[in-house]
């Protein structure tokens, strides 16, 4: 069974920067597309970005301009670079794959964006 990991989050100020990492405990993880997703607190888990095995990537119109996916498979690791934060991309980010199924949620990283 997959497990997924997701680190670097935490307390950012408007307009700053975070840098996100998702690391599978299992080598398919780097045959499978993944995406990362985000809820907010009262809110329904959405899609923020999405990657394929091959590295072709996919962005939500919130990510579009302000956020870079990408992955090293060699680490099973994938990362998500934020910029330009906003108080609105509160939430807590998760990884999974992308997909039809998915594996068990990771416990998720918080970020907090304060204006």
């Known amino acids: 069974q997959v497990q997924l990991v997701e680190s670097g989050g935490g307390l950012v100020q408007a307009g700053g920067s975070r840098r996100l990492s998702c690391v599978a405990s299992?080598?398919?993880?780097?045959?499978?597309?993944v995406g990362w997703y985000r809820q907010a607190p009262g809110k329904q888990r959405e899609l923020v970005a999405s990657?394929?095995?091959?590295?072709?990537?996919n962005y939500a119109d919130l990510a579009k301009g302000r956020f870079t996916i990408s992955r090293d498979n060699a680490k099973n690791t994938v990362y998500l670079q934020m910029n330009s934060l906003k108080p609105d991309d509160t939430a807590v980010y998760y990884c999974?794959?992308?997909?039809?199924?998915?594996?068990?949620w990771g416990q998720g990283t918080q970020v907090t964006v304060s204006s």
């Open positions: 990657i394929t095995s091959g590295g072709r990537t």
């Open positions: 999974n794959r992308f997909d039809t199924t998915v594996f068990p």
């Open positions: 299992g080598t398919i993880f780097r045959f499978l597309p």
